[in-house]
């Protein structure tokens, strides 16, 4: 392709050069606005600059790949819901036996559940969990969550939903489910393999001499309160005993306004009942003090210092206390629902999961029977709004719009780059080095791929490289031209495992560590570079070779 005009070429160029800065380092001094607001600032002044026109801009929008990347985000909410990611949590700490084997697990279970639900979404919710279990067993942090995160980028190659830049492969490339998955997974397994080698032979010393200390204590499993309360967002949860009374009053409110209008005697009983639950809390919360006093300043009668050794005698035996609320409880739940509400509740909750487990597993078995991938997400996700029978806008808050407005600024700057024919002439220089049907060819095209995913990131270089490494592929057989969007695909994810800035699963492992409450840990550049140089290398080169 010749070079556009000279005035294009450099206008361009700056567009996308503001573009990759604010991508790459987000929070630079003199224009912190973050990755979002630079993929549109690059795209604005692709189309101010006249590299391209307003149409142009719009028609560069990959729509398919936006609903494809919204459908999974909104399934993967309804599923963290329906406590999914709690029973992936579980499985890290299952019937334990060391810190070798909490390793593969993590490993595992990042890889499977990254190619499910993508890799962001695994890091987010796996990376306290991981911390959890470590603290407990008295575990150095850093072994595991560099097995979380890059295990994570890994498994996320063999699905195209894996991860952002495979959705921008599948929907260019046209390739199905089902031979996406199988033409990678080969790589995956060995890589995960591969990967655990690595960090076995790194680490192996630190888990040793830690395995000891781990026998002579005695280990916990993580909480079911640790895990069944984690949300994408952090949230602050209240103390049991501080909201036990909010949670006491609203059931006999709830059970009031059940009850029918005839029922004035019933009405006022669980009145009477709330009445004397909040004061038997009162009394239970209340200091040995301000009874002493009270009883002290009292002109009392014989009720009011019956009242007082009452009261000391319920503050010194708190268990008959509560024994004689869940009594009172049960009397209300009897004498107005007729029937346990916890039961009904549960046996909701039950199908409700289940339903949302069955349609997941009616959008995967569509994903591989080749139907449109982008609409069967966004059908599975419109299902499970329907299922739930809710208001929905609580769960679409958690969908990162902000990363939907990124990747539309992107593909609008990308394709403003392109058309200034820079890519396209160094594409012509470096393409004769960089044929696919060779050994050398195929090293040589892996290195530029892992240099532009760490410089350039990786979507932005699946944008820019994908069409022109697929006709080249083209021009020698049709099963090349396939070959070379599954080469892309994997060795621009595993290039996210060379550095930290490589992968945004990176980031999000470093940043959830470093602001976990009371456990918080601090994954440096050095130590993510010093095992991810080697793992990237390994597993690149191995995968290349089982790539179908």
């Given at each position: 392709m010749v070079l556009a005009s000279s005035v294009k070429v450099v206008l361009g160029s700056i567009a996308f050069s503001i573009f990759w800065i604010l991508a790459v380092f987000p929070s630079i001094p003199f224009l912190p606005v973050g990755r979002t607001a630079g993929s549109l600032l690059g795209a604005m002044l692709m189309v101010i600059f006249r590299v391209m026109t307003p149409d142009q801009a719009y028609a560069a929008i990959d729509l398919p790949i936006l609903g494809l990347l919204f459908g999974t985000m909104v399934v993967s909410v309804y599923l963290e819901r329906a406590d999914m990611f709690k029973y992936l949590g579980n499985l890290l700490s299952w019937k334990s036996k060391g810190a070798k084997d909490l390793l593969c697990r993590i490993c595992l279970v990042s890889a499977i559940s990254s190619a499910l639900f993508t890799n962001d979404t695994s890091c987010v919710v796996l990376t306290e969990f991981v911390l959890k279990i470590a603290r407990q067993h008295n575990l150095p942090p850093h072994p595991f969550l560099l097995a979380l995160a890059s295990s994570a980028n890994i498994g996320s190659s063999a699905t195209p939903i894996g991860n952002p830049q495979n959705l921008v492969i599948a929907g260019q490339s046209k390739i199905s489910f089902g031979d996406f998955l199988f033409g990678i997974l080969p790589a995956m397994l060995v890589g995960i393999v591969v990967n655990i080698a690595i960090l076995m032979c790194m680490y192996w010393k630190l888990l040793s001499s830690t395995q000891k200390d781990e026998e002579d204590a005695t280990a916990e499993v993580v909480g079911e309160e640790d895990v069944n309360f984690h949300r994408f967002s952090p949230a602050t949860l209240s103390h049991f005993s501080s909201a036990n009374s909010q949670e006491w009053n609203s059931r006999l409110e709830s059970l009031?306004?059940?009850?029918?209008?005839?029922?004035?005697?019933?009405?006022?009983?669980?009145?009477?009942?709330?009445?004397?639950?909040?004061?038997?809390?009162?009394?239970?919360?209340?200091?040995?003090?301000?009874?002493?006093?009270?009883?002290?300043?009292?002109?009392?009668?014989?009720?009011?210092?019956?009242?007082?050794?009452?009261?000391?005698?319920?503050?010194?035996?708190?268990?008959?206390?509560?024994?004689?609320?869940?009594?009172?409880?049960?009397?209300?739940?009897?004498?107005?629902?007729?029937?346990?509400?916890?039961?009904?509740?549960?046996?909701?909750?039950?199908?409700?999961?289940?339903?949302?487990?069955?349609?997941?597993?009616?959008?995967?078995?569509?994903?591989?029977?080749?139907?449109?991938?982008?609409?069967?997400?966004?059908?599975?996700?419109?299902?499970?709004?329907?299922?739930?029978?809710?208001?929905?806008?609580?769960?679409?808050?958690?969908?990162?719009?902000?990363?939907?407005?990124?990747?539309?600024?992107?593909?609008?700057?990308?394709?403003?780059?392109?058309?200034?024919?820079?890519?396209?002439?160094?594409?012509?220089?470096?393409?004769?080095?960089?044929?696919?049907?060779?050994?050398?060819?195929?090293?040589?095209?892996?290195?530029?791929?892992?240099?532009?995913?760490?410089?350039?990131?990786?979507?932005?270089?699946?944008?820019?490289?994908?069409?022109?490494?697929?006709?080249?592929?083209?021009?020698?057989?049709?099963a090349d031209e396939k070959k070379a969007w599954l080469f892309l695909a994997w060795v621009s994810t595993v290039a996210g495992n060379l550095s930290l800035l490589g992968s945004a699963a990176n980031l999000i492992v470093c940043e959830q560590a470093r602001r976990a409450p009371q456990f918080g840990y601090n994954l440096t550049f050095w130590k993510h570079l010093k095992f991810g140089v080697p793992s990237t290398i390994l597993v690149t080169a191995v995968g290349l070779m089982l790539i179908r």
């Open positions: 009031n306004m059940q009850s029918s209008p005839n029922m004035n005697g019933h009405t006022n009983h669980a009145e009477t009942l709330r009445n004397r639950i909040t004061s038997n809390e009162n009394e239970i919360h209340s200091g040995t003090t301000s009874a002493y006093e009270s009883a002290r300043d009292s002109n009392a009668s014989k009720e009011e210092t019956t009242a007082v050794s009452s009261q000391k005698r319920e503050e010194h035996v708190p268990s008959k206390r509560i024994a004689s609320m869940d009594k009172l409880r049960d009397v209300v739940v009897q004498e107005f629902s007729g029937e346990k509400p916890e039961f009904s509740t549960k046996w909701k909750r039950t199908l409700w999961k289940s339903s949302v487990y069955l349609v997941t597993l009616g959008m995967l078995i569509a994903l591989l029977m080749g139907l449109n991938m982008s609409w069967t997400a966004i059908t599975a996700a419109l299902a499970l709004v329907v299922l739930d029978f809710k208001d929905a806008r609580p769960c679409l808050e958690k969908v990162s719009y902000s990363l939907l407005i990124f990747f539309c600024g992107m593909f609008i700057t990308v394709d403003g780059f392109n058309k200034t024919g820079i890519p396209s002439a160094l594409w012509d220089l470096m393409e004769p080095h960089a044929h696919i049907d060779s050994a050398a060819g195929t090293a040589v095209l892996a290195v530029v791929i892992l240099v532009l995913s760490n410089l350039a990131s990786n979507v932005p270089t699946v944008l820019l490289l994908g069409g022109r490494v697929a006709a080249s592929a083209a021009a020698i057989s049709a």
